[in-house]
């Protein structure tokens, strides 16, 4: 089913109906990183059952030392040969997969399995493909990530990619007529990942519909008005939200497996198509929230004069107004526009109000985190860290020779918008949902002929 935006319709495999789901699934790969007793009590739940677990290698043990990963690399080509040999994974006809993924919010997160084509993604730092990603790539965590694939014959990934559709005209739809679909999975995720249920998608009409929803999208007028653009710039549809790392290695791989093939075979090859669940920025169970900053060891009067002088340096205006006692703010009351950027800042025993008129860049969080990178190598006596929640700058910011920037609320469009005009997004912009909620492995695709 041949389209301008490269999704392809992937033959999806999923564990044959006596595998144990609950046992099959298990969460993202990059998760619980610091915390081996986390994926300890996985392998415990697991125990000899067909599973992910034994497809995926953790990067806990790519964290902490002491593991052959060598030899789990072997073992997870080998597992995923006898699933396939044996019929553990059975291929479905080509299509997509409606999710419905309920956790503690009060909706549930709607989704849609599809898999796309790595030749119109590039995890530059300047990307101007039609997916990119969102934050910048660090591309040492890249082959770590290709050893797995080199030898493998299926990707079971975690990526998630957003579509900016605030009309809810695409995913959203399929929530009305899933009860006509067939429901291939529905079931409890382990270690608190709530509830998913899985809609097959195989008919052809409802395939070409949903694709052309997905073009309208990409329409280079649309996306001008959209993001009030004074220019046409390369469109962006899909930003990647979730397991760009992932997604990235998908795309150095199939670098290294095109260096094989003939013209013919670099067509249709599956290692240059990747699986992905594209999420809509508005769905209503996808909370984006702003991350906050709280400097260590820092004189809060020397960083203020610092933040003006470069605010001199890039043509934009500071203002900074003290509040009668200190205060922490409402991160809603901080909402500027696209040519003032506002923050609060708290320290020990004072707080304000910092507007920044005219600022270099689209979001706010670039125009502060520019500044701190810079004012950091300048005092590396100074200290940063990235806070979730005003409630922890309060508590931090108490303390003697410390200072905390609160930002404010992000506009889930302006994600968008900030890539398409700056490119990637300073590091920890955005949290997207907490640990558990992140995706868990279910669908697989083979990537081999």
Same mark, same amino acid.
């Given at each position: 089913?041949?389209?301008?935006?490269? /999704?392809?319709?992937?033959?999806?495999?999923?564990?044959?109906?006596?595998?144990?789901?609950?046992?099959?699934?298990? /969460?993202?790969?990059?998760?619980?990183?610091? &915390?081996?007793?986390?994926?300890?009590?996985?392998?415990?739940?697991?125990?000899?059952?067909?599973?992910?677990?034994?497809?995926?290698?953790?990067?806990?043990?790519?964290?902490?030392?002491?593991?052959? $990963?060598?030899?789990?690399?072997?073992?997870? *080509?080998?597992?995923?040969?006898?699933?396939?040999?044996?019929?553990?994974?059975?291929? &479905?006809?080509?299509?997509?997969?409606?999710?419905?993924?309920?956790?503690? &919010?009060?909706?549930?997160?709607?989704?849609?399995?599809?898999?796309?084509?790595?030749?119109?993604?590039?995890?530059?730092?300047?990307?101007?493909?039609?997916?990119?990603? $969102?934050?910048?790539?660090?591309?040492?965590?890249?082959?770590?990530?290709?050893?797995?694939?080199?030898?493998?014959?299926?990707?079971?990934?975690?990526?998630?990619?957003?579509?900016?559709?605030?009309?809810?005209?695409?995913?959203?739809?399929?929530?009305?007529?899933?009860?006509? +679909?067939?429901?291939?999975?529905?079931?409890?995720?382990?270690? *608190?990942?709530? *509830?998913?249920?899985?809609?097959?998608?195989?008919?052809?009409?409802?395939?070409?519909?949903?694709?052309?929803?997905?073009?309208?999208?990409? #329409?280079?007028? +649309?996306?001008?008005?959209?993001?009030?653009?004074?220019?046409?710039?390369?469109?962006?549809?899909?930003?990647?939200?979730?397991?760009?790392?992932?997604?990235?290695?998908?795309?150095?791989?199939?670098?290294?497996?095109?260096?094989?093939?003939?013209?013919? &075979?670099?067509?249709?090859?599956?290692?240059?198509?990747?699986?992905?669940?594209?999420?809509?920025?508005?769905?209503?169970?996808?909370?984006?929230?702003?991350?906050?900053?709280?400097?260590?060891?820092?004189?809060?009067?020397?960083?203020?004069?610092?933040?003006?002088?470069?605010?001199?340096?890039?043509?934009?205006?500071?203002?900074?107004?003290?509040?009668?006692?200190?205060?922490?703010?409402?991160?809603?009351? +901080?909402?500027?526009?696209?040519?003032?950027?506002?923050?609060?800042?708290?320290?020990?025993?004072?707080?304000?109000?910092?507007?920044?008129?005219?600022?270099?860049?689209?979001?706010?969080?670039?125009?502060?985190?520019?500044?701190?990178?810079?004012?950091?190598?300048?005092?590396?006596?100074?200290?940063? #860290?990235?806070? *979730?929640?005003?409630?922890?700058?309060?508590?931090?910011?108490?303390?003697?020779?410390?200072?905390?920037?609160?930002?404010?609320?992000?506009?889930?469009?302006? +994600?968008?918008?900030?890539?398409?005009?700056?490119?990637?997004?300073?590091?920890?912009?955005?949290?997207?949902?907490?640990?558990?909620?992140?995706?868990?492995?279910?669908?697989?695709?083979?990537?081999?002929?």
């Amino acid at each position: 089913m041949k389209n301008k935006i490269g /999704i392809n319709i992937p033959e999806i495999l999923l564990p044959e109906k006596n595998v144990s789901y609950e046992k099959w699934s298990v /969460i993202a790969c990059d998760q619980y990183t610091s &915390q081996p007793e986390y994926w300890e009590e996985v392998s415990k739940i697991v125990g000899d059952s067909y599973s992910t677990l034994n497809l995926t290698l953790p990067e806990v043990y790519l964290e902490h030392g002491n593991y052959d $990963t060598e030899g789990m690399i072997k073992k997870i *080509h080998s597992n995923m040969r006898e699933y396939l040999d044996k019929n553990v994974l059975v291929p &479905q006809k080509p299509g997509f997969i409606y999710v419905e993924r309920k956790t503690e &919010q009060e909706v549930p997160r709607k989704g849609l399995v599809i898999s796309i084509d790595l030749e119109n993604y590039d995890y530059a730092a300047n990307s101007k493909s039609l997916v990119r990603p $969102t934050e910048k790539t660090v591309i040492e965590r890249i082959p770590p990530r290709v050893k797995v694939r080199e030898n493998a014959t299926a990707e079971f990934p975690h990526i998630m990619l957003l579509i900016d559709d605030p009309n809810e005209a695409i995913i959203e739809s399929l929530s009305d007529m899933k009860d006509k +679909l067939e429901k291939v999975y529905d079931f409890e995720l382990m270690m *608190h990942g709530g *509830h998913i249920s899985g809609y097959k998608i195989e008919d052809e009409e409802l395939m070409v519909k949903l694709i052309s929803g997905f073009e309208k999208l990409a #329409d280079p007028e +649309l996306i001008r008005q959209k993001y009030s653009l004074t220019e046409d710039k390369p469109v962006l549809l899909f930003a990647v939200g979730d397991g760009n790392h992932s997604l990235a290695s998908a795309k150095a791989h199939w670098e290294n497996v095109k260096k094989t093939l003939t013209e013919e &075979q670099v067509l249709n090859h599956p290692a240059r198509f990747a699986l992905v669940e594209v999420v809509n920025v508005h769905d209503k169970s996808l909370i984006v929230e702003p991350i906050h900053r709280e400097l260590f060891n820092v004189d809060s009067e020397v960083l203020l004069n610092a933040l003006s002088a470069y605010c001199k340096e890039n043509g934009s205006d500071l203002e900074v107004k003290y509040h009668d006692s200190r205060t922490i703010m409402n991160i809603e009351d +901080l909402v500027g526009d696209y040519n003032t950027h506002i923050f609060s800042i708290v320290t020990k025993d004072k707080s304000g109000t910092i507007t920044i008129k005219n600022p270099k860049a689209n979001i706010p969080v670039g125009t502060i985190q520019v500044f701190l990178d810079e004012f950091l190598k300048n005092n590396p006596n100074t200290k940063i #860290d990235y806070i *979730h929640g005003t409630d922890v700058i309060d508590k931090l910011s108490a303390k003697e020779g410390n200072m905390g920037f609160i930002l404010p609320p992000i506009e889930k469009s302006d +994600l968008f918008r900030s890539v398409i005009l700056d490119g990637v997004m300073p590091r920890k912009t955005f949290s997207m949902g907490e640990a558990h909620e992140k995706r868990y492995y279910i669908e697989g695709k083979k990537i081999v002929l």
